[in-house]
T-cell receptor, first 114, second 112 residues
């Protein structure tokens, strides 16, 4: 069965520092991969996605992610974190016959220290 | 374009009651999916509709049902509510699949 693992439940970084959020997936075929962000009490906002092609994808708000098939990973990175980045981040894989059934990781809560 | 809208935003019900939640997708989007988010279980897929047909279903009991109308708007219904049904219910729409799903703000359901 498809699964997504986000090993870090909480991460705290200082404002201006770099960030890497880890994501590992289990999926038999070529995965459709997503990173979403959720602020408290809000829905999910798409940061970036990977379907095929270039394994380094750029997203909104200065985020990027790299797909590594050999490691079954899709880690999210940002070179310099802003206080407004504090939120919960979810990695997801598109599963099912049509790739539309999103299987989410447990999420990583990011806290930004000023 | 307007985003995905969900109504109502908040709802309080008592055990045994039933509830209907509504979702209006982004204009032109034909796929609508529903997810349940709880602190304990995280985000879980409920079902997906495309052109009024349910194409995918998650591992939820039959008390959870849904439908999609010809204008792509969707409703989900939960009958015989249990305390454990308290959750944030998120709706997402996309143009086709696989494709990016855009989420609404959710309906927060509290079952007392």
């Amino acid at each position: 069965a498809q699964s997504v693992t986000q090993p870090d439940i909480h991460i705290t970084v200082s404002e201006g520092a770099s960030l890497e959020l880890r994501c590992n997936y289990s999926y038999g075929a070529t995965p459709y991969l997503f990173w979403y962000v959720q602020s408290p009490g809000q829905g999910l906002q798409l940061l970036l996605k990977y379907f095929s092609g270039d394994t380094l994808v750029q997203g909104i708000k200065g985020f990027e992610a790299e797909f590594k098939r050999s490691q079954s990973s899709f880690n999210l990175r940002k070179p310099s974190v802003h206080w407004s980045d504090a939120a919960e981040y979810f990695c997801a894989v598109g599963a099912g016959e049509y790739g539309n059934k999103l299987v989410f990781g447990a999420g990583t809560i990011l806290r930004v220290k000023s | 374009k307007a985003g995905v809208t969900q109504t109502p935003r908040y709802l309080i019900k008592t055990r045994g009651q039933q509830v209907t939640l509504s979702c209006s997708p982004i204009s032109g989007h034909r796929s609508v999916s529903w997810y349940q988010q709880t602190p304990g279980q995280g985000l879980q897929f409920l079902f997906e509709y495309f052109s009024e047909t349910q194409r995918n279903k998650g591992n939820f009991p039959g008390r959870f049902s849904g439908r999609q109308f010809s204008n792509s708007r969707s409703e989900m219904n939960v009958s015989t509510l249990e305390l454990g049904d308290s959750a944030l219910y998120l709706c997402a729409s996309s143009t086709r699949t696989p494709e990016t799903q855009y989420f609404g703000p959710g309906t927060r359901l509290l079952v007392l």
